[in-house]
């Protein structure tokens, strides 16, 4: 059973929203099974060969108001303590959304970008490219910056 179940089903539209998109733009699309989805972390694969894990919209904390586009997480290590999604052996490339825009980034890309501008530095909050972990989990994750993002871009897709 899932125990989030309102974030599954937001995830799985914002999948379907990267898949019209694309779809618009002549990509083909073809979905992972469930245990492709939970084990290898890839939602979708775009024209038969990109594996693509799709990132929508986040709040920063659990009790802001709204979404927003100007950073995105990364999840260099899981709960677990394994890699992350960022170094998933399975996954070619990440759709982050935007507001207007879906932003294709190469993995090697963005683990590229992420070993220059993470610092080795704690946070005891969510903060831009310093590792911060939730109590009682040993994940490390940092924000990103969108527009960092943009500037490491394979494609941009327009909603």
């Not at 109590?135 to 327009?158: E, P, Q, S, W």
Request: hydrophobic content about 35%; overall charge positive; proline content about 3%.
């Amino acid at each position: 059973m899932n125990k989030y179940p309102d974030q599954f089903k937001e995830g799985k539209s914002k999948e379907q929203d990267f898949i019209d998109v694309a779809r618009n733009n002549g990509f083909s699309i073809s979905h992972a099974n469930p245990s492709q989805d939970r084990y290898q972390h890839w939602d979708i694969k775009l024209t038969k060969s990109h594996k693509i894990d799709v990132k929508g919209l986040k709040k920063i904390r659990r009790g802001d108001r709204d979404v927003q586009e100007i950073f995105h997480y990364a999840e260099i290590k899981n709960v677990e303590g394994k890699p992350g999604w960022c170094y998933s052996d399975y996954v070619d490339m990440f759709a982050f959304e935007t507001f207007d825009y879906w932003i294709i980034v190469k993995k090697q890309d963005l683990q590229d970008m992420l070993k220059e501008k993470v610092s080795k530095v704690w946070s005891t909050s969510p903060e831009l490219y310093k590792m911060y972990h939730r109590n009682g989990r040993k994940d490390i994750i940092t924000l990103v910056k969108t527009i960092d993002l943009m500037f490491i871009a394979y494609h941009k897709l327009k909603k």
